[in-house]
């Protein structure tokens, strides 16, 4: 009995011990595992971010995604520390979806959905049975069908909430567009096969394209700038204040103005 007794002693003091030591180290963190989709986010924390950091003492290494469902999963998991490649909108739908403890920490430069083409040199050719892709996600679906409507080739039944809106939404397609859903990375490979293609900012940017060559830019709305994210156990803590207030920087904002031309500033930096 004594034996067994001294046992759970000992495992009880060893489980503080851990339990101590996490919490002790846990303020003092000075390793950040940052997600990111490949490309320009991903550059701006590599060229903006990841130098303020440093001079801080902390060690900083990228991780890139090329998708928009694993940098959140790997975010809830632990496998990093903060992200940055979605909007509000997605983060709400996409946390609530899958029940996960995911919270906003500041929003970011952001490069608009642009409509490019291979075929056309103006949305004026825009001809009967055009095929046109979208991204798939429904947050940045309904991007693409606002921006549809915002240049006259679609309508959309009254009242259609733009944060929500799909092709079940859509009252009149007078060109009868066919609209092709595709995963938003593979969007800027769909423009030798489409007359019309919503590129994601970020995607065309890796890709090779240049804003400057969209037929069209949206005009971002605040729900659709792109923040960074952080597990919201994580919200009050030094690192991410640290991350908060790199972003915040006027270091930040000469380079964002220097290498991210033609992206949305936040409203912090306008």
Known sequence: MKLGFGIRLIAAALALGVI?????????????RFGATAGPYSDQIRYGIKPLLEKKGYKVTIVEFSDYVQPNLALADGAIDANAFQHVAYLKKFSGDRKLQLSEVIQVPTAPIGIYSRKHKSLT????????????????????????????????????DPIRASERDIEGNPNKLKLIQLE???????????????VNGNFALSSGLKLTEALSLEKIPDYYMNLVAVRTAD?????????REAYQSPEFKATTQ????GFLPPAYQR
């Open 20 to 32: 101590q030591t996490a919490g002790a180290a846990d303020p003092d963190k000075k390793e950040i």
């Open 235 to 243: 919200t009050g803590k030094p690192f991410v204040k640290d991350i």
């Open 258 to 261: 220097q290498r991210f031309a």
């Open 184 to 198: 938003a990375a593979q969007l800027p490979r769909s423009l030798d096969d489409v007359d019309f293609a919503f």
């Open 125 to 160: 050719e825009v001809r009967p049975g055009a095929s046109v892709s979208l991204p798939n996600d429904p947050s940045n679906l309904a991007r693409a069908i606002a921006m549809l409507q915002q240049i006259g080739w679609i309508t959309l039944k009254a009242g259609t």
